[in-house]
């Protein structure tokens, strides 16, 4: 059973084909969808060629998917996708049906970023390929092995259950591909910080293999600043936003795309390019890159408090993976919990590599993703094809 992997962004592009065996035979990746002259690079057994995206959107990218494809597509059996929140109606690994779909709508202004655009997506390729089980795997599935002092927050009595309010944590697929990598790598390790970091961010405390708490919380509005997304905000500034006179509606739309990185900045929420801002002395550009390096480095010390000890710990996502100058300024002076970078080892980092000094108490490594392998296993599994 080939498999195909669409992993959808809220301005970018991935997927891949596994064959029967978990063989990857082509994957590709877009960013910047919605932008003019934004193309996708397919690579199949190496060999990369570039594709135009003629229709800016989402849309014109799995157009463009669909025709780099080409004769892997009338073999693909199912159709694996990420799919970000469902509260509690919908988690795990499920079937794309009409309760998913209904639990997807449910939380769209939770994840407004994220739950249209992924909806839209399974509806376009539902279109493509007729009769193929769809299987989405729910972002929030990993951790649902959070204690439940981590999941709750402390509202009014049955607020929780009335309104599916509570922690939920995201990026599941690649914090769990990140655990199970470091296992085979550093199998000492059992209390690890799985570090996601890009457009959207997040770090995660694992204990040997299974979730215990994260940085993000009811929504991936939540955790880090993030790059146009506002990350942990007091509720009651909201209350004090209606006071002020701006709707809760501007105020929702405000924080979910103006917020973040970009507010911090004055610039942009891209953090190459706030990184290369910083390097020219743009003093917004270096005040966000602080200010995001801190929100880290303090969240690693309270999720290896949560784990009692920290004794691994993996830089991924985008810019977790490629850029030197991110990981050290966020280990920079957290020496005390026995994180220490090997310069030369983090500055000529590529692709899995440990960065840290091989007799560190915290073994430090940077391991790129695979949510689409994750997606792929998962489906498969879900189908009784594994």
Known sequence: MNILAVN???????????????????????DGVARDRAFLIHDEGGRKTEHPILRPGLEGALDTMVEALGTHLPAVSAAAFKVVHGGDDATGVVLLDDAAAAALERFAAAAPAHN????????????????????????????A???????????????????????FGFHGASHRYISERLAELEPDVRRLISCHLGGSSSLCAIVDGAAVDATMGFSPQSGLPQAE????????????????????????????????????????GDLRELEAADASGHAGAAFALNTY?????????????????????AFTGGMGENSGRLRSRICEELGFLGIHLT???????????KVGPDDAPVAVWVVPTDEERILVRQARELLGAG
Do not use: Q
């Open 8 to 30: 959808v962004g809220s301005t970018s592009l991935k997927y891949a084909v596994f064959g029967p065996h978990d063989e990857l035979m082509c994957r590709g990746k877009a």
């Open 116 to 143: 249209p655009p992924y909806a839209l997506a399974i509806r376009h390729i539902a279109k493509i390929l007729p009769g193929v089980p769809l299987i989405g795997s729910f972002e929030t599935g990993f951790h």
């Open 145 to 167: 092995t959070w204690p439940p002092e981590a999941r709750a927050y402390a509202l009014p009595a049955g607020w929780a259950e009335r309104y599916g309010l509570r922690r």
């Open 229 to 268: 997304r506002v990350g942990d905000l007091d509720a009651f500034a909201l209350v004090h936003l209606t006071a002020e006179g701006v709707t809760l509606e501007e105020a929702a739309r405000a924080l979910a795309s103006e917020g973040g990185l970009l507010g911090l900045s004055g610039l942009s």
């Open 293 to 313: 390096a801190y929100a880290a480095r303090k969240s690693i010390g309270a999720l290896a408090a949560a784990m009692g000890g920290l004794d691994g710990l």
């Open 343 to 353: 310069p030369a080892r983090n500055d000529s980092a590529t692709g899995e590599a």
